[in-house]
């Protein structure tokens, strides 16, 4: 008989599944992250990485170095339920790639409960604020 804990297992595999889905949105050449905000099992806000409504769909220079004003998948997820009816109190944000420093602060100011991810950011150091604060945090390894 399945669990609480199985049941979970198996609704973060498939909703990560489903951000991996939403990154390929992305007009970034570098890194496409997809970003799923569920709460009561229900995805109440997404995102990706991009540059900022009205503006081109390039997200890098020339050179292929980042363009600073592009967002991250989670911004642009917390910003997306912010415009809404829905509150992200309690909800749980799947993110294909771990937040940075930065968005672990929105994230934290979101109140957000819980942050799924599948892949190691270069830095660590949003995850260990997301710990500070008490977040819950899982890396999951998608299933095949």
Known sequence: MNTNKDKQELLDQRYMRMAFIWAENSYC??????????????????G???TPSGFENICEDEGGVTKPYVLHAEANAITKVARSNNSSEGATLYITSSPCIECAKLIIQAGIAR???????RLSDGIE??????????AVELEK
């Open 115 to 121: 942050v799924v991810y599948a892949d190691a950011y």
């Open 29 to 46: 050449k570098r890194r496409k992250v997809g970003a799923l905000l569920v709460k009561n099992k229900m995805i109440i806000s997404d």
């Open 48 to 50: 990706y990485n991009g």
């Open 129 to 138: 604020l997301l710990q500070r604060a008490g977040i819950e945090i899982l």
